[in-house]
């Protein structure tokens, strides 16, 4: 395990409630995040990665029922948060992107207002305050920060995407989890995101749980990677460790149900930065 990590998830055992009987989405699952690190979770469609995500940031709801196992957060169990300490983790330590995130924007407010709204009520800012922190973020994404007098409906979905993320960066989070951060959109735009999300890990050192469905891109982007089959975390390491030498038969048929993968350019830049 790793040394002072920043997230550690000890044997999380989640059940989804039914009136005849219960479903095990989450079975014993154990993972640490160290400061500044992305660890992916892969794996088929349904196998609790998602149900994963939604637990660290709480936000796990009935049917879903935590069963057993700790999250800690910089040691502090998360599980354990009163409301007052919840609405102070979530954002300020964990941001959330989802996949359909960029519609996650208020249709009828101005980019301008939805920051104000999130820094108003976490820090307590002015309008003119709030303006000038949209503006540094919006600039760290690419979006030139006129653009906050905008609506959502006058961006791209990959804009709307990097707004959220700006948005998300905001409070700067110690930890982003993401989930499916880029499904909806196009491979292009998918892989400029990416790269703009790997830059400012660098820079401003907040670790990431990235959950994707697209094996090349998990591989380029992560540090370390976990192998999820049916709610077991079956394999953990680090990412090159686990492309190249999987140890488990389930990790193997997943890289030989892929494509083999050219290139490794998120890494290569990351190494060079
Ligand atoms: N509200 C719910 N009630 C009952 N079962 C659920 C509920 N939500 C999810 N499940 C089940 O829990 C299992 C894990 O779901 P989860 O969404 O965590 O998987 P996933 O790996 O994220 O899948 P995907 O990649 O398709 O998003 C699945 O079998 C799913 O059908």
Avoid at 195 to 207: K, P, T, V, Y
Avoid at 246 to 273: C, M, N, V
Wanted: charge should be neutral; glycine fraction near 6%; proline fraction near 5%.
């Amino acid at each position: 395990m790793t040394a002072n990590p920043l997230l550690s998830v000890q044997n999380l055992t989640i059940d989804y409630v039914g009136a005849q009987s219960d479903f095990r989405a989450v079975d014993d699952v154990s993972f640490d995040i160290a400061p500044g690190e992305v660890f992916g979770l892969a794996g088929e469609s349904g196998c609790g990665k998602s149900t994963i995500a939604y637990a660290v940031n709480r936000l796990h709801k009935p049917p879903a029922l935590i069963r057993q196992g700790r999250i800690l957060f910089e040691g502090q169990d998360v599980l354990d948060l009163d409301d007052r300490a919840l609405r102070e983790f979530r954002w300020h330590k964990v941001a959330m992107v989802f996949q359909s995130a960029m519609n996650s924007l208020n249709p009828v407010l101005r980019v301008e207002a939805q920051f104000h709204d999130l820094l108003k009520r976490h820090r307590g800012y002015t309008k003119a305050q709030s303006r000038e922190r949209a503006a540094e973020m919006l600039r760290l994404v690419d979006i030139p920060p006129e653009r906050m007098r905008d609506y959502p409906h006058q961006f791209s979905g990959g804009m709307r995407q990097r707004i959220v993320i700006a948005i998300c960066m905001a409070l700067d989070p110690s930890l982003v989890v993401m989930d499916e951060p880029t499904t909806a959109l196009d491979v292009v735009v998918q892989r400029e995101i990416l790269q703009r999300i790997d830059e400012l890990r660098r820079s401003r050192g907040f670790s990431v749980l990235f959950i994707t469905h697209d094996l090349g891109l998990m591989v380029q982007f992560c540090d370390r990677i976990g192998i999820m089959l049916r709610g077991k975390l079956v394999e953990q390491g680090p990412a090159e460790q686990i492309y190249h030498r999987p140890q488990h038969d389930y990790t193997q048929q997943l890289w030989a149900s892929f494509p083999s993968l050219h290139g490794d350019p998120i890494k290569r830049e990351r190494a060079s930065g």
